[in-house]
């Protein structure tokens, strides 16, 4: 006869998995959020998104810092997990790095304004740097070592470079609504082609 922990684990799994999903579900709305309306937005409007109250965003994230923290973690795992997923399923190497990257500036949005709600814990937002660089650097240089592979991109491009150099043309975007990244990111991919695809050539 099974003792009372044991029938008891098939509920308490599910409740787990249904609140992990629940979970899943308010970072999503809340990154969505933040990158439309910044990380300072009213949690109503999160709550609204996710189609849950704000008593609920409360109980998994006390503060809002904690919220950010989360989502911030939620968006470096999906990026990270999304690399191995579009070099599976792309046409190239190269159609995955531009359809990561695009993913990668989206992540980037979304974190604008992290530093100022971490503000009060500095050392936690150090951490959550070095979060970014372990998971998302190691995926990026797998991009970039099978596009060089093919002969799509010249070889000599360092992962963390090049992230970089993402990172610095996304700066201002929130200030100047005329400035899309995007734009230039596109052409500092077009620069990493070899000649056979566009990238090099006379004028």
Same mark, same amino acid.
């Given at each position: 006869?099974?003792?009372? /922990? ?33 990380? $300072?937005?009213? =949690?109503?409007? =999160? ?5 849950? /109250? ?5 109980? #998994? ?12 973690? #939620? ?30 500036? $989206? ?5 604008? /304004? ?21 998971? @998302? ?5 797998? @991009? ?6 093919? /002969? ?52």
């Amino acid at each position: 006869m099974p003792t009372t /922990g044991e029938s008891g684990k098939g509920p308490a799994r599910s409740k787990r998995v249904d609140a992990r999903r629940n979970q899943q579900t308010l970072l999503t709305a809340a990154a969505a959020v933040f990158v439309t309306s910044g990380v $300072d937005a009213p =949690i109503r409007e =999160i709550a609204a998104r996710a189609g849950v /109250g704000m008593g609920t965003i409360y109980r #998994h994230f006390p503060t809002r810092a904690d919220l950010v923290v989360a989502v911030y973690r #939620h968006q470096v795992d999906a990026c990270a997990e999304a690399g191995p997923a579009l070099l599976a399923e792309a046409d190239s190497p190269l159609s995955a790095l531009r359809q990561w990257v695009d993913l990668f500036v $989206d992540f980037l949005v979304t974190k604008h /304004g992290l530093a100022n709600a971490m503000q009060s814990d500095s050392s936690g937002f150090d951490a959550l740097h070095s979060y970014f660089l372990d998971r @998302l650097v190691p995926v990026c240089a797998d @991009l970039l070592d099978a596009a060089v592979e093919e /002969g799509e991109i010249r070889p000599g491009t360092h992962a963390y470079e090049l992230m970089r150099g993402i990172g610095n043309l996304c700066i201002g975007r929130d200030s100047d609504p005329r400035y899309d990244p995007r734009r230039l990111v596109a052409l500092l991919l077009r620069g990493l082609q070899s000649c056979g695809d566009g990238g090099d050539r006379a004028g």
